[in-house]
């Protein structure tokens, strides 16, 4: 059962990048032709996508955050990262790794990022 | 980029009874479609994929259809922990964009 859990710090300060990873177990990020995506929801809102990378390495952003957003991959440790820059209090939300093939069929916990300073 | 709308935004239904929500895409997304089901504090969780073809584990009592760019998710008969918030989503396109919901309660 692959499981993925999101990880780093929940307060982030205006201007400054917002930086999380997650981590997948229960079977290796380099196989299968999947997607790891990063998703978030402003609390009481809906799901917006921000992005996803190949286990290749090609990335795809949401147009509205590409300026902010990058996303990478550390096959080795079978992990994907999140960095998120110039964030400011609209960019508080519950972000979310998923794997994705299409649909996205598994997804992490969620973890609370709130900027505030 | 695709709209996706979805109708009603609240539905309250009895324990038992049948609940219809609706998803309507602003163009062809083909057979593109997920529908997810989100608890409070929990992260979705994928119910429906290709329009109609269940996810694993999923319960038949949950099916979805398709009519040109109109979805429907059916739930034959409710069950307590099927309440919260149904989200369809587009996955012809990138962005693959979520619908704004559906909030399912309890009558």
């Known amino acids: 059962q692959v499981q993925l859990q999101e990880s780093g710090p929940g307060l982030v300060k205006p201007s400054q990048t917002l930086s999380l990873t997650c981590t997948v177990s229960?079977?290796?990020?380099?196989?299968?032709?999947?997607?790891w995506n990063w998703i978030r929801q402003p609390a009481g809102k809906g799901l917006q996508w921000i992005g996803r990378?190949?286990?290749?390495?090609?990335?795809t952003y949401n147009p509205s955050l590409k300026s902010q957003v990058t996303i990478s991959i550390d096959t080795s440790k079978n992990q994907f990262s999140l960095r998120l820059s110039s964030v400011t209090a609209a960019d508080t939300a519950v972000y979310y790794c998923?794997?994705?093939?299409?649909?996205?069929?598994?997804w992490g916990q969620g973890t609370l990022v709130t900027v505030s300073s | 980029e695709i709209v996706m709308t979805q109708s009603p935004a609240t539905l309250s239904v009895s324990p038992g009874d049948r609940a219809t929500l609706s998803c309507r895409a602003s163009q062809s997304v083909s057979i593109n479609l997920a529908w997810y089901h989100q608890k409070p504090g929990q992260a979705p969780r994928l119910l429906i994929y290709g329009a109609s073809t269940r996810a694993t584990g999923i319960p038949a009592r949950f099916s979805g259809s398709r009519s040109g760019t109109e979805f429907t998710l059916t739930i034959s008969s409710l069950q307590s922990e099927d309440f919260g918030v149904y989200y369809c989503q587009q996955y012809n396109n990138w962005p693959p964009l979520f619908g704004e919901g559906t909030k399912v309660e309890i009558k």
């Open positions: 229960g079977g290796s990020i380099s196989s299968g032709s999947y997607y």
């Open positions: 990378i190949s286990t290749s390495g090609s990335t």
């Open positions: 998923a794997r994705e093939w299409g649909p996205a069929d598994y």
